[in-house]
């Protein structure tokens, strides 16, 4: 990787900040002059729309007669510094990335109502191509030279169908702007200073608040994305299958980086930070740390999803036995938990209550507890008292989308106590968890770990596992892998 400028580097090898005369030190006149000629017309002139962008169209509609008269401002987001001067590969705001299609950094999106009329009038902030006459092209660490390519404004109104404006100008515009307005926050500081003395907590919040609920039924688009970043997803696990012999002459994060690559070949990235659990590993709900051995005779929980390039995740887990077999007390755990997320996914319907799949489920585990004598019963009194929790743990699942936990800020009333609705797509993944320290359970139970997770789309009669490429039932799983494995 080049190094970026410091105090002890010749100016003439690294790229450092423009002075105000527009001189840059250690760069002679000379090759300033040079610098600037010479360069071919790049322009992009036969740029086909985003595929989404008669969606992106319908939804700043939405936005906009939901505040009628009030500015909105809806920024991406910057780079984050990893350590000193390198930073964290970028990820576009949700918000922003629904709205607009773009992906990049520092763009802001301003909808500005209209004078004396209805909705608004749409500017898309961007940095615009780096200007070749006062070099920052190339002695500017964010120049193309260092960086890569932007697209041109004029690029960029064709590929998202929004006029566009450069974004260094947007702070002086928000800082002139009067009457009511709001900003999502949290993704730009600088714009956040810019309205500082013209938003309130409480006004931009009920704005998030709304973006979230209006991804809570995806369109055709986002369910055809969603089913990418799902076969993405089942390819990946197959990868996984096919070198354990691998991971367990290494250790998980072997399973880690064998998921990475499917996902960074296929789709964007990862959605979330992938789950490589191993033997008692898999009773961790979130361990993400992945350096723990992978042994014959234990299982292994991996949950993983592959993001697309336009930032929708799958979000899916198998339990697997490394071997390939289940041990007698495995199974019995694993085809429990199946049997939970068989009535969880039978519950998922339009019109049912949205918590109606999280009960069948914990209804399901907490009767194999009592039956396995780990309760007592009757059924009704544990499922009352919660008292199944101490080994399901978690809820039975949430809204899948652009986030892996989407639509986390819509209200309780439409989401957790809402109603299902075709288009809605949400995960389905019960489990059980014994930890190995756990003396309230027999011995054999302690350090096992099973949970199994799909996604599934609400549909006009039912439902739509998108992820049932992958086997579910433990025979199922069992000759998925021999079959993997040759």
């Known amino acids: 990787m080049a190094e970026q400028q410091s105090p002890e580097t010749p100016a003439d090898e690294q790229p450092i900040k423009q002075r105000k005369n527009g001189l840059y030190p250690g760069v002679s ?3 300033a002059e040079n610098m600037k000629t010479g360069w071919a017309d790049t322009e992009l002139r036969d740029l086909e729309p985003v595929p989404q962008v008669k969606e ?15 500015r909105l ?3 991406a987001g910057n780079l984050k510094t990893r350590s000193n001067d390198t930073e964290y590969s970028f990820r576009a705001a949700t918000e922003y990335a629904y709205l607009t299609g773009n992906l990049t950094e520092n763009g802001v999106l301003v909808l500005e109502p209209r004078r004396g009329g209805e909705g608004h009038d749409e500017t898309l902030y961007l940095l615009p191509r780096s200007d070749r006459e006062n070099g920052e092209f190339w002695l500017d660490g964010q120049g193309e030279l260092w960086v890569g390519r932007r697209h041109s404004l ?12 450069d974004v260094r100008e947007a702070p002086e515009v928000l800082r002139a702007a009067t009457g009511p307005v709001r900003v999502v926050r949290g993704h730009d500081a600088g714009v956040e200073a810019a309205l500082v003395d013209k938003v309130t907590a409480e006004r931009d919040e009920e704005l998030r608040g709304f973006l979230s609920e209006m991804r809570l039924v995806k369109d055709d688009f986002e369910v055809g994305e969603l089913q990418k970043a799902v076969d993405s997803t089942v390819r990946g696990f197959e990868d996984v299958v096919r070198v354990l012999d691998r991971a367990e002459a290494t250790s998980e994060r072997y399973v880690e980086g064998t998921f990475f690559l499917r996902a960074r070949v296929e789709g964007n990235d990862i959605g979330y930070g992938s789950i490589c659990a191993a033997g008692p590993h898999a009773t961790t709900l979130h361990w993400v740390r992945n350096d723990g051995p992978v042994r014959s005779g234990d299982l292994l929980l991996l949950d993983a999803g592959v993001e697309t390039h336009t930032l929708y995740t799958a979000d899916v887990t198998r339990t697997m036995p490394v071997s390939g077999r289940f041990t007698d007390v495995q199974r019995r755990i694993y085809d429990a938990v199946y049997d939970a997320q068989e009535a969880g996914i039978a519950a998922v319907r339009p ?3 949205y918590l109606d799949f999280h009960e069948a489920s914990q209804r399901v585990l907490a009767e194999r507890l009592v039956e396995w004598g780990l309760l007592e019963g009757p059924v009704e009194r544990v499922l009352e008292l919660g008292l199944q929790r101490r080994w399901t743990l978690h809820g039975t699942g949430h809204m899948l989308g652009m986030d892996v936990h989407d639509c986390a800020v819509a209200r309780r009333e439409t989401y957790a106590e809402g109603t299902l609705e075709p288009g809605m797509c949400l995960t389905v993944e019960p489990g059980l968890y014994f930890q190995a320290d756990d003396l309230t359970v027999p011995e054999e139970y302690r350090g096992i ?13 039912g439902n739509r596992n998108l992820s049932a490429a992958l086997p579910r039932r433990s025979h199922e799983v069992e000759e998925w892998m ?3 494995k040759g």
């Not at 004029?154 to 404006?165: F, M, T």
């Not at 770990?449 to 009669?461: Q, Y």
């Open 56 to 70: 992106t169209a319908r939804r700043r509609a939405a936005l906009s007669a939901r505040f009628p008269g009030e």
């Open 29 to 31: 006149e000379e090759l």
């Open 449 to 461: 770990g099973v949970r199994i997770e799909d996604d599934i789309l609400v549909t006009e009669d």
């Open 351 to 353: 019109g049912a209550k």
């Open 482 to 484: 021999a079959q993997l």
């Open 73 to 75: 401002v809806v920024p």
């Open 154 to 165: 004029s690029e960029a109104e064709r590929l998202y169908g929004i006029r566009c404006a």
